[in-house]
Structures are given as C-alpha cells and as structure tokens.
C-alpha cells in the first residue's frame, strides 16, 4: 500500500518504518506526527488479518448458507474500518482532523467496537461483557470513538489469560458527557510504569508491542476534549476509564 508515493504497508501487512521515519522527520504542513502515523498504520493490520482469515475459511471449508453469509457480513465490516482508518489518515494527513460531530448511539458504537476485538479467533474463549446506562443518543464522533474503544479492550485481551479472561465494558450517558469503563482481570499495569502509561513507546513487555497504543488514545480522546484515567491499582485487574463529552439531542 502507498501513501503519496511510499510504501507504508508491505505484503505481509507491516508498516515501513524506514520509509514512515524519513517522512515524520520532512516538515510538511499538516503532516500527521510519526507516532499518529504509525498508529494509524498498524492498526489497518487487524482487519487486514481478519479479512484473510475470513476468506481463508470461506475458501477451504465446507460452509452452509448462513455461515457464509455471517463470514461475508465480517468482511464488510472489516474492509469499512480500513476505509474509516484511511479517512482518518487523510483527514490527518491535510490537517482536517476534526471531530464530526452528530446525533449517534453510544450502544451500537461501543457493541460495534467489542465486536471487532471478540470476533477475533485468538480471544473466543474471553469472556467480554457490556452493559450500559442512562442516554444513549447525543452528539459526538462515533468513528473514533469506536477506534478509541476497539484499541482498550484489544489490549484488555491481550493482557488476560486467554483460557480464563474476563473482561467488562460499562458506558454511562449522562447529559453532558458519557463515561465508559473497561476492566479486565489480567495482572495489572506495573507500578513502575503507571506514571507513565500515556506516553509514547511505553509498553508492558507485550511481544510485538510498539507503546503507542494508549498514547494515541489519549491523543484522539484530547482532540475531542475527553479523557482517559488508569485508575488505582486493584488486586483483580485493571481499570480504565474514559470520558468524553456527550451532548444529548433533547438537551
């Protein structure tokens, strides 16, 4: 895949890094920073992955209608996330990143996000629960609010035990903001490192981990005038807690 005319993804779905760190030292107005860049960039790899998987199963096994079509339905999903990731990489390749705000549902915005991060064949057996209270409906981003959300619980799995992890998701609409909490029961954010959690390029040893995950979360939720919290430490996991600024319709 090329991006005015270098290649940011190879065959195998991994980013240039050679290429993506020549372009983040070039001054270019409204050029996204390198770390946004590379976020952006990695992340396209999951539906990238989930769209091979997919086909791969369509192709080789012996499939009844039903199953064919929730496969196919899988890959629509897939394929109009990387189209929303690619917006996004222009949006904030020209400087027009702004949140567009409008009327949508925190429900079907955060479901939609946990779908993503369950479906995957790695995390069936986590157990990922969602609840919600109060409004549903108000104004916001529910583009990058699904992104934000997707990037939390993807790391909540990969912090638990795949065979007994647990993991609960929980929004709260309120007039003015929603808040959405995400606990898994995995060992905990080291306390050497929990001043600093936010920061670029600091990771809990996870294999293949770049630290820019929650970094750029915190980025995102910003430019929307949110935030997110590492709350206490707890001996039965950790918590996250995310507010952003939620206007309802009626209000």
Known sequence: ???????????????????????????????????????????????????????????????????????????????????????????????????????????????RAVHVVAVRPEFRRIVIRYDHDGLTKGYFDSRRLQQVVINVVLNACEAVALHTGRIHVRSLGRQDHVEISIWDNGPGVPESIRHAIFQPFVTCGKEGGTGLGLAIVQKILHDQGGEIYLEPARKDGTLFRLVLPFVSPSG
């Open 1 to 111: 895949m090329t991006i005015n005319g270098q290649t940011v993804l190879d065959d195998y779905g991994d980013t240039d890094i050679q290429a993506r760190g020549r372009d983040s030292r070039e001054p270019r107005a409204g050029w996204v920073d390198g770390p946004l860049a590379g976020f952006i960039y990695h992340d396209l790899r999951h539906p990238l992955t989930a769209i091979l998987a997919y086909s791969e199963l369509l192709a080789e096994h012996d499939l009844d209608g039903l199953q064919r079509e929730d496969l196919c339905r899988e890959i629509r999903l897939a394929v109009c996330r990387m189209n929303d990731l690619i917006s996004l990489l222009v949006e904030f390749s020209k400087g027009t990143a702004t949140p567009r705000l409008e009327v949508a549902d925190i429900v079907e915005t955060v479901n």
